[in-house]
């Protein structure tokens, strides 16, 4: 499965219980998921085979799938075996994996979609640092001018295709400035979380992260919270003012795609790659390789 165009590859993908050729797992123009985002997905990685928190990422998949309304036909096992079977077909044991379920073309085509049949389909592939280098040479991030909303206009915790639209349009700002990614504020004006992952500080010793509030309370970020508690690590998680950016010593970002990436740069404040950045990095990494 050599890189290239994501339409254009060898390999089969996983859609309602069969396996397409890749090149031909399509949709018709007209769903539903393409003009109203009715979409909800999961990002994971596997190490040697093994998903890591495979079956939390099933069922977050499907508790988002509720919160945006899409009755999904599949079960945990179902989208546990889905997973499995996609990645053997694959013949590929390190790699990430992409369940995606949306609402289809139907007899609706308007803002409601309650005629319109639900899909599932689980795609695979080899992917490596999501930052490139940053994991040693740390990440340099822009500051988006978008917000994360409030929980009053969004399903916040929902992994639903729509929420990220302000992301794409954030990182590709940050892309034209030299940038790997970008922090975003919430509606409120706190730190929220880069566009795909979840951000933490230290201080004295001790760790701060945003309260997951408005935002994804990420998997990776969990794991990386225990890991940090294990070591006796105090973990602060409230309210983080922009103000308070200059007077943190070293950052780093967790998600499925990032792992665990420090952060040398945001905007006009500089971090150190330092030894709680890289240390815990390097934690995580021996933990979803199984060798802790």
């Known amino acids: 499965m050599a890189g290239g165009a994501y339409d254009d590859r060898d390999g089969v993908i996983w859609m309602d219980g069969a396996l397409v050729p890749w090149r031909e797992a399509k949709v018709h123009v007209l769903t539903h998921a393409l003009h ?10 596997a190490y040697g085979g093994q998903i890591f928190k495979s079956r939390e990422h099933s ?15 599949w079960t945990l096992d179902d989208i ?26 139907g007899e609706d085509m308007g803002v409601a979609a309650l005629l319109n049949p639900v899909h599932l389909a689980v795609a695979v592939w080899e992917w490596g640092a999501y930052y490139g280098d940053a994991k040693t040479k740390g990440a340099k991030l822009d ?5 994360r909303p409030s929980p009053e206009t969004i399903p916040c915790h929902a992994k639903a295709a729509g929420l ?17 990614d970008a922090l975003m504020y919430d509606y409120r004006g706190y730190v929220a979380e880069a566009t795909g992952a979840n951000i933490f500080f230290t201080k004295d010793g001790k760790v701060h992260t945003p309260t997951p509030d408005c935002f994804l309370n990420g998997l990776t970020r969990q794991t990386v919270i225990d890991l940090l508690k294990q070591k006796d690590v105090e973990v602060i998680e409230r309210h983080i003012m922009p103000d308070e950016l200059e007077s943190f010593e070293q950052c780093w970002l967790t998600g499925t795609a990032a792992e665990v990436t420090p952060v040398g740069q945001i905007g006009d404040y500089s971090f150190d790659v330092g030894p709680m950045a890289v240390g815990i990095a390097d934690e995580y990494e021996r933990l979803v390789r199984g060798n802790r």
């Open 59 to 73: 069922q977050r998949l499907l508790d988002s799938a509720r919160a945006m309304d899409i009755p999904s036909r």
């Open 164 to 180: 990220y639209m302000i992301c794409t349009m954030s990182k590709h700002a940050a892309q034209a400035k030299g940038c790997s």
């Open 80 to 105: 546990e075996q889905a997973k499995a079977t996609a990645m053997a077909a694959n013949g590929l044991k390190d790699c990430y994996v992409r369940p995606v379920m949306w609402r289809g073309s």
């Open 143 to 147: 500051i988006s001018k978008w917000k």
């Open 36 to 45: 109203y985002a009715s979409s909800v997905f999961e990002g994971e990685r």
